[in-house]
C-alpha cells in the first residue's frame, strides 16, 4: 500500500503537499531524459535545450532572444516503463479494503461527471497539457451519493496503471508522478486513459463511472500569467489586485495592489484639480490610482501599464520584485501627464518598439467636446488610434484650477511627444488594439461607435488592421474571416508569432460586448481566413453548460511559440476567462459600469496545435486550480513577466 498524506486531497480551497516515499521512475527502457532546444518563433531565435529543470536554453521568443524553460521535451522511455507505480496509492483516510469496494476495473454503470480535466472520448481529443504544467488534478461530481473514489490511469508504455483511492472527489497526482511521465519524458505525446469510479462506502453496490483520455505534450510552457482579481465592482483599495505566477507554480502572490502604485498627480477629467478633490477618491490620497484594470506587460516584463478608474487614464507602474508600484525611471513626468488625459483605452506595446529612446504606448484617445486635453464632456462617437513616447522630455505643466495651459501644451506636444496614428478608410472609433510583435502591424476592434474609449452598446464590431509604419499608420484592412456582418467580433490578440489572432465572437450585435454571457474564443490567420471556433469553449457535457453562455473571453496568448518538434507539430498555449460553473462561483455585486450577467470568472488554459501540413487543431479547457475561487479573475496576460515567486504550498 501506498499512502500519500492529507496534504494531498485538495478540496474546495486548494490545500496541496509535496508528495513523499516512493520515487517515481527509475526502470524501463529508458534513455536520458532532457530538453531539446527547438526551433525559434517567426522572428524568433532558437534555443539551445538543456536541463528542464534549470534550463539555460530555450525557445526564442517571437522577435526576440531565447527564454530560458521553453524547450523540447524527448520520451525517455518508451516501453516497459515504472514511472507508475505498482502498488495502490491511498490519501490517508480512503479505507484498506477499499479496492474490494470497487471490484474488477470494468465494474461500473456510467453517471460519474468528471469535470477535471475535460477528458476525450468518441474520437474527440482530451486536455492538452505543457509538460511543466501545474500538476494534473481530478475532480468529480458525484452522481448517488458516493464519498469513496477510484482514480486509474493507463499509458501504453507503462508496466502499472496507476490507481489511487480518495475520499474527496478532487484529488491531485503526486508531483513527482506528474514530472516522471511529464518533464522527464515518461508519458508524453501519448493519450492516457482515465478511469474514475465512486461508490458509497457504507453501501457500495455497482460503482457509478466514467472515463476518457489527456494527453501531456512533448514541450513545455514558458511564461508567467498576471492576472486581474476582483471582490466586487465597487472601486476601493482592497476590491481588485493584480496577481500572478509562474508555469507550474502551485500558489500565486499579489503582484501589484492599488495602495503600491505610486504615481500621482492624476487629473479629474476637466484637468482643474486633482482627482478625488471634488469627487469620491475611492479611499486613495487624492491624485493617485483607484482601480487596476484592463493591464498589459511591457514588453521587458518588467512593469505593467493599465487602465485606472474613470475618467479612464493609463498608468505604468513597475512589478518587478521589491519595486513593485514604483514609477519607471524611464516613464518621464510629460508622458505621465499625457497619458492622465480621460478617456483612453486599453494600451499596447511590442517588443519590437521598445527599447532606450523608443519606449512608446498605442491606445484609443476617445472623441471630447474639445479636439484634445482635458474636458468636462466625455465624447461619443469614433476614437482615434494614438502613440505615446513614454521617454518624452515634453513639459506638461499643471496649475490648479486652471486647465487651458495645460491643454495647450498638451498641443503643442502633438507630433513630437505624442499624436495619432493615419487610419484611412476608417470610419468606426478603434478599441482594444493589440501591437504585433513583430511591430508592423496593429490589429483592433472597429466599432460602430464607441463610448468614452470603451466600445459602445448595440453595435457593429469587426476585427481590422492598420500599419504602424514608425507613427504614421496608413490603410485599415479588414481581417477576412473576423469582419462578418452582423456578427460580434472584438478584443483581438496576436499569437507570439504574429501567425494566428485569438479574439471573441458573439452571433449577434444587440447588447453591451463587455462580458457578453454569449461571448466565444475563436482564433483566424493573421493574414485572413476561415476562423476556428476553440474547443476550449465549451465545459464538459456532463455538467449541463454549455456555450455560448458562460462568458468565455480575453484570450491571450502565451510568449512564445515552439517550432521543430520532432512529430513536426507547432505548439501554441491560450490563457482565457470563463464564467462557466466551479466550487465556489459567485454574484459579483455590481455597479453602475457591470455588464447585465455578473457571475464570478475563472482563467483556464487551452491549446492549438498545428500539424506539418498546416492544419489545426484545438483542445478543451484546463481548469488553472492554483487561483483563488472567492476572487473573479479576468483579464489574464501571459507573458515574461518579471514578479517575485510565489511562496511554497503549504
Sequence with gaps: MRVIGASFILGIVMAVGMAVGCSAGGGGDKTPAGGTGGAGASGGQGGAGGDIFNPTGGMGAAGGTPVGGDVIVNANCKANCDDFPAEPIFDGVAPSNAPELFGAPDNYTPGLCIVE??????????????????RVRFRVKPANNENLFEIRLKAANQTNELVAYSVSPVWAMPKEIWEAIGVKGGAIDQEIQVTIRGVNSQNPGTPTGATGTFTIAPVTAGGSMVYWAATSSEVTPTTSKLVGFYVGDETTIDALTVPQVQQGNILSEGGRDLRGKYTDPKGVPQGRAQCIGCHVSTPSGEEVGFTDHWPWNNVVSTIKEGKAGEVPAYFTAGAQRLLSQPWLGMMTFSKAIWGPGNRIALTPYANRNVDIGFTDSAGYGSDRLAWFDLETNASIPWTEGQSGPTNDAIK???????????????????????????GQTIVYTSAGKSQDGRIADNVETDIKTVPYNNRQGGAVAPVQGAATPGVSEYYPSFSADDKLIAYNRAGNTSGKIYYRPDGEVYVVPSNGGSPIRLAANDPPACTGQTSPGVINSWAKWSPTVLGGVPNGKTYYWLIFSSARDYPGAFIVPPNQYSPPDTRSSQLYMTA????????YETYPAVYIWNQDPKTSNLTPAWDIFDIPPPPPPK
Design 117 to 134: 480535466p475535460h477528458l476525450g472520448d468518441s474520437g474527440k481529443h482530451g486536455a492538452l497539457f505543457p509538460a511543466n504544467w501545474l
Design 412 to 438: 503643442g506636444a502633438q507630433g513630437t511627444a505624442w499624436g495619432f496614428l493615419q487610419t484611412s478608410g476608417e470610419s468606426q472609433g478603434i478599441v482594444a488594439p493589440n501591437w504585433s510583435h513583430d
Design 608 to 615: 492549438i496545435v498545428r500539424d506539418a501540413q498546416g492544419n
